[in-house]
């Protein structure tokens, strides 16, 4: 597909698991839906997720990222990333992925999905009113 | 799919910068080391499946956010009332 970018652009390199074609995503936030950010893929056929900053969901939320991750985001340790877990709005209850959180370097503007081996968290962790 | 009988310590290699290495063949299972680059992701099959099927869940439509709102705002419940704002 073509390597679309621009100001706002975030670029998945590898994807998202199930969406591997789709690279570029923009957030769009609004009042009208706070606290959920909208992860919109920016091309026609692309998904779009209602997210969440996992510490909303959980306020001891953690997550390790490796050297590897860090390489992929191009960051540095210690740097701002902005973290956000997927919902499953079609989920009854509501449930958010804090399993496999979205991570973004603003600074490069690549994210990555995190996949770790091991987590203490659920793909499906019931969510309550925010 | 291409398969290759392998030995304890021997190795495969894919493209010219991943090996897969045998490091321990056990009763239960095989005990495989993995040199990739680092901007290479490596997973567990079952994990990516499980995050896979996650995101599939999770992708929404995007035309019907306000609804899906208020439904979140009203605790995730279906049918009820979002509170609004």
Redesign the interface.
């Known amino acids: 597909m073509p390597h679309r970018t621009g100001p706002g652009v975030i670029t998945f390199?590898?994807g998202?698991?199930?969406?591997e074609a789709f690279h570029q995503f923009v957030l769009v936030r609004s009042p009208?839906?706070d606290p959920?950010t909208?992860v919109?893929g920016i091309d026609p056929d692309a998904?779009?997720?209602?997210a969440l900053d996992p510490l909303q969901v959980d306020e001891h939320y953690s997550a390790p990222l490796t050297?590897?991750d860090l390489?992929?985001l191009g960051a540095e340790a210690g740097r701002p990333l902005l973290w956000l877990a997927?919902?499953?709005?079609?989920?009854?209850?509501?449930t958010v992925?804090l399993?496999?959180p979205i991570v973004i370097n603003p600074e490069t503007m690549q994210g990555?999905?995190l996949?770790s081996?091991e987590s203490a968290y659920p793909?499906?962790y019931?969510?309550?009113?925010? | 799919m291409l398969v290759i009988t392998r030995k304890l310590d021997e190795a495969i290699v894919i493209g010219d910068s991943i090996e897969v290495r045998v490091l321990r063949v056990g009763r239960d299972g095989v005990r495989l080391g993995i040199t990739a680059p680092?901007?290479?992701?490596v997973?567990?099959r079952e994990?990516?499946?499980?995050?896979?099927?996650?995101?599939?869940?999770?992708?929404?439509?995007?035309t019907a956010?306000?609804a899906?709102?208020a439904?979140?705002?009203?605790?995730?419940?279906?049918g009820e009332p979002g509170t609004g704002d």
């Open positions: 390199g590898d998202l698991p199930g969406f009208s839906i959920f909208l919109k998904p779009s997720f209602l050297a590897p390489a992929r997927l919902l499953s709005a079609s989920a009854d209850p509501v992925n399993r496999a990555i999905q996949l081996a793909v499906d019931p969510l309550r009113p925010v | 680092a901007r290479v992701p997973y567990r994990i990516y499946d499980q995050i896979r099927a996650a995101n599939v869940s999770a992708a929404a439509d995007a956010l306000d899906l709102v439904r979140l705002r009203a605790g995730g419940q279906p």
